[in-house]
């Protein structure tokens, strides 16, 4: 049936992270740049080429995994509001907007490992996570659809790779919840298409299509209960899942059976060039429109077209029509994986996507799979945050929050301290 992934003690040094930073963080800088001049205004039926252009420079940068879209090195990095004090998730335990209802499916170990244990585990919780941007889901395969027996197929490959789902807003909240061993990876689908949810009448009433990706997902995770169904919609306003009878009962739907709901704007505008003004009416109506259908406050929003403001102004907290809006984080469309929500390197001003392609997805999956101290492994505890010896300070105390710290020895023959990266 299926394979479990064998975890291995790997001397692996952290190839590819040494790359200078300065010049990375120029060649993102440069990269989006030049995304925005192409992608300013909306210009239709030449975007999805644009995209796909810019999509390619910016995944091309760089040597691998490893560099990194940190704090300092992402799109605005001058504005100072990143330090993990004054932005949203700065407290990884405030849960003030709440949750959609969501068992948790895995309870606590009954006593914390030992050394041993988490190294057999290979545990690193300052390890990199993936967060996957699929579009659409048909029954063919382009640029921006994912074939549904190709999605099919990426669901149980994460699966056999030892993932786990969590949800955006819980990776935000640094609230990791797997099996200890497993390693969290976010399912984001953007643009809210009918390939994405469809609903049909059974028996029971309106179900989900067994053929949409909110159907697929639930029939796979019935099967493989570890892994979960966590998954995060980003939608714009008027039609949502393109049947705007059902809005509030797909809405509903998705709060009720652990997925979620995030903000693609209200418009799909570029805000390449958009004002604060803008910024906050494009962000906080839809987010109002959002809370006036089924009552929650979406927590992350989802660039459309990547378009980043030049001021970051009203993009993390702002407020619309009287009512406030709080983001956790802004996601952009690519281009690697996202660095530990306990890092000092995450940035909620910049979180970055992998692309849901098969190029995209064999690149990072495989570099996690040569180099597997890369990634985030759980130690199943959300309490407790779990690094080898000699890493601590690579934590971000403000992400940390109330948790507590474990440092682990590894046995001498990996090595040391020297097997894990971030
Ligand atoms: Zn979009």
Redesign the pocket.
């Known amino acids: 049936m299926t394979r479990t992934r064998r975890q291995r003690k790997s001397t692996a040094t952290r190839q590819g992270k040494r790359w200078p930073r300065v010049l990375t963080g120029l060649c993102l800088v440069a990269l989006l740049g030049a995304f925005a001049l192409h992608s300013s205004g909306y210009a239709g039926a030449l975007f999805s080429g644009i995209k796909g252009r810019l999509e390619a420079r910016i995944s091309g940068n760089g040597p691998g995994y490893g560099h990194d879209i940190g704090r300092g090195s992402g799109p605005d990095s001058t504005t100072g509001n990143i330090t993990g004090e004054t932005g949203p998730g700065a407290n990884p335990g405030d849960d003030e907007q709440g949750h959609p209802s969501f068992e948790e499916p895995y309870g606590e170990p009954e006593a914390p490992m030992d050394d041993d244990e988490l190294a057999r585990l290979s545990v690193n919780e300052l390890g990199k996570v993936p967060i996957i941007m699929y579009?659409d889901v048909q029954d063919y395969e382009a640029e921006w659809v994912r074939s549904r027996s190709n999605f099919r197929n990426d669901l149980e490959r994460f699966y056999d790779l030892g993932y786990s789902l969590v949800l955006l807003s819980d990776y935000l909240d640094g609230n990791i919840n797997v099996p200890a061993g497993r390693a969290p990876l976010v399912l984001t689908f953007?643009?809210g298409t009918r390939g994405q949810f469809r609903m049909i009448e059974s028996d029971e009433g309106l179900i989900p299509d067994p053929d949409c990706a909110v159907g697929i997902l639930l029939e796979f995770s019935r099967t493989h209960p570890e892994f979960g169904h966590a998954a995060t919609f980003?939608v714009?306003s008027g039609n949502p899942f393109g049947d705007p009878s059902e809005v509030e009962e797909k809405f509903k739907f998705l709060l009720e059976n652990g997925m979620e709901i995030g903000n693609?704007t209200r418009s799909?505008e570029n805000l390449a060039y958009a004002s604060p003004e803008v910024v906050a009416r494009e962000i906080g109506s839809l987010a109002n429109e959002v809370r006036a259908i089924c009552g929650y406050d979406t927590v992350s929003l989802?660039l459309?077209?990547g378009g980043y403001p030049r001021s970051t102004e009203n993009l993390l907290t702002g407020t619309w029509d009287g009512e406030r809006y709080e983001n956790k984080g802004i996601l952009l469309v690519g281009a690697e994986p996202a660095p530990s929500p306990f890092s000092k390197k995450f940035n909620p001003l910049a979180v970055p996507r992998i692309r849901g392609s098969q190029e995209e997805l064999d690149k990072w999956l495989g570099e996690f799979e040569k180099y597997p101290n890369g990634r985030f492994v759980s130690d199943g505890r959300s309490d407790t945050v779990t690094v080898s010896e000699g890493f601590e300070e690579n934590l971000d105390p403000d992400r940390v929050g109330d948790r507590t710290v474990r440092a682990y020895a590894l046995p001498a023959s990996t090595g040391g301290g020297d097997t894990q990266s971030e």
């Open positions: 579009h953007d643009d980003f714009n693609h799909h989802a459309p077209y």
